[in-house]
């Protein structure tokens, strides 16, 4: 080859195709000019110790090859070495329907509902939301209190009924002789704080409620207390009035459901609290009588 087309070559980057790297072995294969580079002649074109010098005989004349036409450079893609196609299969998106959602949270024990309820952006509060609020305590309670949503307090900590409305409710209890976490339950319509305490939509209520669902599924308690008109409405599906539903059994599919004023209105109305406790103590009369076995005259929903 001529120094200047050997140069040539270099400038195109071909050079070291063309460069014939190892002397072929005597009776050995030529080293075919074009070969692709391979890894063994990667490694052959690593500097080699220098061969033992050997005798060389006479020349010999030989007819001089003549060259093979030199084909064209080709894009890498047209020479690249085949390789095995991989086939990736991804995942689509899992979209479900409404009724896939639901029965999918009928299925959920309490660790799958509460991570599900605390990674939940299934409706637009989670946007504002610091924090869900799954509900707290007795998970085999016989109580089971539901309020709407959480406030400011519940929202940053995570837990309802906690700041003045929750220590009302508190001291409710007490007078009753029960406490949080023994053998009551609490949790709300929405888990999650609707800004500025306003009432959730029907659609953030439609959104939350299979949460709340599963739940009473798995507490199965005796007796649901609605704590204020969101719940009641949303659990009995029936407008009405707290006062016209006060002093009642409803029945929440095969739970009895009885109706009061929530903890933060009785803290504007602190004469309504006398109306509270009576609900609460009509309550737990039909708990007992319940638990005796009487007919406490339950009103279907
Ligand atoms: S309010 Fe309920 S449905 Fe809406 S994002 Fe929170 S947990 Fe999900």
Same mark, same amino acid.
């Given at each position: ?5 050997? %140069? ?5 980057? +071909? ?23 391979? @890894? ?40 690249? #070495? ?25 299925? $959920? ?15 637009? +509060? ?6 869900? *609020? ?29 700041? !003045? @409305?929750?220590?009302? /409710?508190?001291? $409710? /209890? ?15 319509? *929405? ?8 009432? #959730? ?13 599963? !739940? ?23 407008? %009405? ?24 209105? +009785?803290?504007?109305? /602190? ?8 609900? +609460? ?18 009103? !279907?929903?």
């Amino acid at each position: 080859m001529s120094k200047r087309r050997s %140069q040539i070559l270099d400038e195109m980057g +071909l050079g070291p195709r063309w460069r014939l790297r190892v002397p072929p072995p005597a009776g050995g294969p030529a080293v075919a000019l074009g070969d692709a580079p391979s @890894s063994a002649a990667a490694s052959a074109a690593a500097p080699a110790p220098a061969p033992a010098p050997t005798p060389t005989p006479a020349p010999t004349p030989t007819p001089t090859p003549t060259p093979t036409p030199t084909p064209a450079p080709t894009p890498a893609t047209a020479t690249a #070495p085949t390789t095995a196609t991989t086939i990736t299969t991804t995942t689509a998106p899992v979209t479900t329907t409404g009724a896939d959602r639901i029965a999918g949270v009928m299925r $959920m024990d309490w660790p799958l509902l509460a991570e599900t309820v605390a990674g939940c952006t299934v409706c637009g +509060l989670a946007r504002s939301r610091n924090c869900t *609020v799954f509900g707290v305590g007795d998970r085999r309670a016989s109580w089971l209190l539901v309020g709407e949503g959480p406030g400011a307090e519940e929202d940053a900590r995570g837990e309802p009924f906690v700041g !003045q @409305s929750g220590r009302l /409710l508190d001291n $409710m /209890l007490a007078a009753m002789g029960m406490k949080r976490g023994e053998d009551v339950f609490i949790a709300n319509i *929405v888990k999650c704080r609707p800004p500025d305490n306003r009432v #959730p939509t029907a659609a953030e209520v439609a959104s939350c409620e299979p949460y709340l669902h599963r !739940q009473i599924e798995l507490v199965r308690p005796k007796v649901i207390i609605a704590l204020g008109k969101t719940a009641a409405v949303t659990l009995l599906g029936k407008e %009405q009035s707290i006062a016209s539903m006060r002093g009642k059994v409803f029945r929440y599919r095969d739970t009895p459901l009885i109706v009061t004023y929530h903890p933060a209105y +009785l803290l504007r109305s /602190l004469a309504e609290k006398a109306k509270a406790w009576e609900d +609460l103590c009509f309550a737990r009369a039909r708990v007992r009588e319940w638990a005796a076995g009487e007919d406490a005259g339950i009103v !279907q929903s």
